[in-house]
């Protein structure tokens, strides 16, 4: 599942591209710390390396990141199953990952800038109107398939965030409800990690 070269995560093994939503560098540091003995220095190569290529797959102005990324951090091209160069479902999660990272370990600072930028390109909105995305922030005619796990997101981005926006979308994600229907899951998963987190239970044990 990993580059050898890069140390970064591929999408699935055959893939020679990422996904930045798998980038999970809180993890990595773990397995560095608690992991045998010959992984270790893998282990930490790979928080590093995923630190630094969230850097590249995250927008300098909106924050957003497409749902596949190449090595060097650029949208990925079209695959047979789709076009997953844009801000969509998988890249929701992007967010959530980069303030737990902030939360247990602090160690990039760019994390905090990066948290303010995405709540600030969805400032004001209602989950209502979140679109699908191109990274630089222009929407498709496609409303978001889960707007609930996006809000929970951008919500949890307040672990790490420092700017005007951190405490409304804590007030927003805590009176929106879970979401019903068809489409739950995904949201529901979502919510339930961001309210972890926000309360103080994601831990590490």
Request: hydrophobic residues 35%; proline residues 7%; charged residues 25%.
């Amino acid at each position: 599942m990993w580059d050898p070269a890069t140390k970064l995560i591929k999408f699935i093994p055959e893939s020679p591209f990422s996904d930045p939503s798998y980038h999970l560098p809180h993890f990595y540091e773990l397995f560095a710390q608690r992991a045998d003995e010959r992984d270790r220095s893998f282990w930490n190569e790979a928080a590093e390396a995923s630190r630094a290529y969230l850097h590249l797959a995250c927008h300098p102005v909106t924050g957003l990141s497409p749902e596949y990324a190449n090595y060097d951090g650029t949208p990925a091209e079209p695959q047979p199953h789709g076009d997953f160069r844009h801000f969509y479902s998988d890249a929701y999660r992007v967010a959530a990952n980069i303030a737990l990272d902030w939360e247990w370990f602090r160690k990039d600072s760019w994390q905090v800038g990066q948290s303010n930028r995405i709540q600030r390109f969805f400032r004001g909105m209602d989950p209502s109107e979140y679109r699908r995305y191109r990274i630089d922030g222009s929407p498709f005619d496609e409303a978001a398939l889960h707007p609930i796990g996006l809000l929970a997101t951008n919500a949890m981005a307040s672990l790490a965030a420092d700017g005007e926006d951190a405490l409304p979308f804590i007030h927003k994600f805590w009176n929106t409800p879970l979401r019903t229907g068809i489409r739950r899951y995904y949201d529901n998963c979502l919510y339930f990690f961001s309210l972890l987190a926000l309360s103080g239970k994601y831990r590490i044990y």
